[in-house]
């Protein structure tokens, strides 16, 4: 089956709603070099809106600022 992005962004913040882990989730480099990561957490900069979250690491890349 086809998703829309709309769709999967609106699971994921569904997801992030229940608040399994805090209900904050952030897009990050991983702590190890291993690639990327979108997860819930309680760490300081994470965000209740996963899209917010996913914007403030594109609108840092696009002001050539990696973390």
Known sequence: MKHTDKELLDYLQKKNDEKAH??????????????WRLHETKRVGAMRNVRRAIGIVIDREKRGRRK
């Open 22 to 35: 805090g209900g904050l989730c952030m897009l990050r480099d991983s702590d190890y070099g291993k690639g």
